[in-house]
């Protein structure tokens, strides 16, 4: 196991007594230990660090809130803990102290894969270590042994219209899977509360297991003829995705892994994640909480985007026919915006650059994709959108962000169907949610309940008389 040293940890260097300890037992450590048992271990030590910390900063105050920030959709307010992940306005997001180059480099790999599996990103969003390739593979073959579906679910997905989009079929179907919830049922009996991380971690694990099946079923009811591969055992979790959604060219199998990595996690603030903590927090199930946080990710600011990319660089395409100049492109895009839409795919609420995870697809298009006719477009619109953001003056981030780059890689490998481009990132946004929600129950976070001001009380405190 490669445990995370100076200088790449660096948000645990600074909270070194959990990271050095977990460190030295890495090493003394001669057995690989399952996931499960090295939480164990690791999560009396956090506690004890926060009591630590709390006890001697708890009074600290961590920036103002001003009117504007209440108005402005809560941008800037440092109000709830995430430990997986940590979002740099400049250089992007952070796993654990990792970026995603360095991730590419670090995680484990699948035999002849050039990119990290997402079991080994999960691995490293709940320990802060970066696995060895035999944990990467029990966790892979522990996936696909908890991936059955219940016949109830798969009738419920079978029942769906083909018109009911597929967002909406995987949110229904994840709240159905509540059922099985091992968490709601330990509730019930009423278990200590120090318990509870271990039944969420449970629902957690069967719930990743099963999301690829859940998502295949509903790609192959809606654009196929329904039926479906049982999962494979011997497969990675990403092969086992591909294999069921009807793609076995070894490069699409390639991009769902570093897809389905980087569209895990970016820190807790963002819709997604953010709901999963809101409805976990009122101690709402694994599943009862992902499927909020699915609600989240299907609008069209948040994980919609990448559907509604690629729609619009086809309506761009249509509409402008053979002449595809810089300043055809430039005025289909002012059009837009003087339409009153956004453009969508760029912009964040914190990102002030190009995103990393838009780079890294960028490059995985240029290795393997670079004559593509949609790709060179997408590089166009990057040589261009930016400058036209920054001469309307609104976007406080002209950049790229993921969602403007995913669509034209999945399409090239024949994924064509836009609607359902969404689903596969919530696949992946659940590795994020669930570690989150593991870490929120074992330190015990409380029920999030921040304070509303109505204008007038708002005037009242902040009006001097
Ligand atoms: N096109 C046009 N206008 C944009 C814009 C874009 N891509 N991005 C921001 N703006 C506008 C905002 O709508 C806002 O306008 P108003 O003042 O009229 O309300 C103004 O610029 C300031 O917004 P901001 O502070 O720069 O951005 P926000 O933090 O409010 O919003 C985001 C962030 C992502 C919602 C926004 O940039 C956007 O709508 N982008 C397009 C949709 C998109 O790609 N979403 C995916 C984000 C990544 C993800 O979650 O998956």
Redesign the pocket.
Known sequence: MYSLARPLARSFARSSAWSKASAVRTLATAKPQSLKDRLTELIPERQAEIKEFRAQYGDAACGTVTVDMIYG?M?GIKGLIWEGSVLDPEEGIRFRGLTIPECQKLLPKAPNGEEPLPEALFYLLLTGEVPTAEQVQAISAEWAARSHLPSYVEDIIDRCPNTLHPMSQFSLAVTALQGESAFAKAYNQGVHKSTYWQYVYEDSMDLIAKLPVVAARIYRNVYKDGKLPAVDPTLDWSANFAHMLGYTDPKFVELMRLYLTIHSDHEGG?VSAHTSHLVGSALSDPYLSFSAALNGLAGP???L?NQEVLRWILKMKAELGADTSDAAIRNYVWKT?KSGQ????????VLRKTDPRYTCQREFAIKHLPQDQMFQLVSQLYNIVPGV?TEHG????PWP???AHSGVLLQHYGMVEQDYYTVLFGVSRALGCLSGLIWSRALGLPLERPKSMSTESLKKLVIKK
Do not use: E, F, W
């Open positions: 959709g941008r963002n600011l948040h994980g985007a915006l956004v453009v969508p795919g760029y912009g964040h609420a953001l609104k976007t406080k981030n962000n993921v969602d």
